[in-house]
């Protein structure tokens, strides 16, 4: 019976391995209850590397190329087994492929602002995306550490691992390459240059290397892109607050012309004109504060005169186009 069992196994003479799917890793080549071949041929493609496991231990990898498997070219798997060097008998281990190609394209993203540190505004709240590709590097890392015994590894498995690294060390490579925000929207290149140096590490130890990262987009929350909008449109650099103040002002006055217009009533006429003057008082007290000016008067006296020609506009006396240019003279006289 015995005999009959030794003489029915089939016996393998060629072990290779065709991607038949997009974004496999690792495929275990499907042994059944067949024994290898002893001078049996393995064949590994380019962009493929093959691993035999013997008893829990990984026993060789094997690179491109066709490999006559013997005990000269199995010498650690012949040490597990204890073979005799001269008996030439057939052997069962579990053989790995793996695709050493690069995975391309593959998504990374914040789903919710994430806070750095930044050296213009102290702290920003941002949104960054793009996409990075890798590729098998260490087949026995990658077995022992990810892989394990699966029939396969799909890059749709360790996706959200890769992803949550990639998450994880954005403000750490941010803050090491001292890089303002304002130039990381300038140079994104230096963004995705200074990430991918942050990356690489944590990739390795995965058996997994980083072959490039991109970054696609990076923005700022709304309510923060109309603070930094602000401050371009005025074209100052943000150190000096009372230019900043008197740009608010003005954005006031002319935000209360234009509500009278459209109906806004006596009530809003009266918070808009209570804020106006507000917004004045805040700006005469920065201006003498910071620049300890000798005509803190005159500059009370251009900021009610601006107050006034937004009472007319909103009268009818005067039209839009006017109290703009009017506005900008008054300005003028400010600065």
Excluded: C
């Excluded at 209850?33 to 393995?42: H, K, M, R, S, T």
């Excluded at 209570?274 to 009370?300: E, F, I, K, W, Y």
């Amino acid at each position: 019976m015995a005999l009959m069992d030794f003489i029915k196994k089939q016996f393998l003479d060629v072990i290779a391995w065709t991607e038949d799917e997009n974004g496999t890793l690792a495929w275990r080549y499907p042994m059944a209850d067949q024994e290898i071949q002893n001078g049996a041929v393995l064949v590994v493609r380019e962009s493929q590397l093959a691993l035999f496991v013997n008893e829990g231990q990984v026993a060789d990898v094997f690179g491109p190329g066709s490999h006559t498997l013997n005990t000269q070219t199995l010498p650690l798997l012949t040490n597990l087994q204890h073979w005799d060097k001269l008996l030439a008998s057939p052997f069962k281990s579990d053989v790995y492929f793996f695709s050493t190609r690069q995975q391309l394209d593959q998504k990374w993203g914040t789903p919710q602002a994430i806070t750095i540190r930044d050296a213009d505004f102290g702290a920003v709240r941002l949104r960054a995306f793009g996409n990075y590709s890798y590729r098998v590097a260490d087949a026995k890392l990658f077995h022992t550490e990810v892989s394990g015994t699966r029939d396969r590894y799909s890059t749709q498995d360790i996706e959200g691992q890769l992803r949550g690294l990639v998450l994880q060390n954005i403000s750490t490579a941010v803050a090491s390459s001292g890089i303002a925000f304002l130039d990381l929207a300038a140079n994104q290149g230096l963004f995705s240059q200074a990430l991918t140096q942050q990356l690489a590490p944590e990739f390795a130890k995965l058996g997994l290397r980083l072959e490039s990262l991109t970054l696609q987009n990076l923005s700022l929350p709304e309510d923060l892109q109309k603070v930094l909008d602000q401050k371009i449109g005025m074209g100052m650099v943000g150190q000096d607050m009372g230019q900043f103040l008197q740009y608010q002002t003005a954005q006031a006055m002319t935000q209360l012309a234009q509500g009278t217009a459209g109906g806004g009533g006596l009530a809003a006429d009266g918070m808009g004109l209570g804020a106006g003057m507000a917004m004045g008082q805040v700006l005469a007290q920065t201006l003498s504060a910071s620049h300890a000016q000798p005509n803190s008067a005159r500059t009370d006296e251009l900021l009610a005169t601006l107050e006034k020609l937004a009472q007319l506009t909103r009268q009818g006396v005067l039209t839009a186009e006017e109290f703009a240019a009017k506005k900008a003279e008054v300005l003028k006289k400010l600065g």
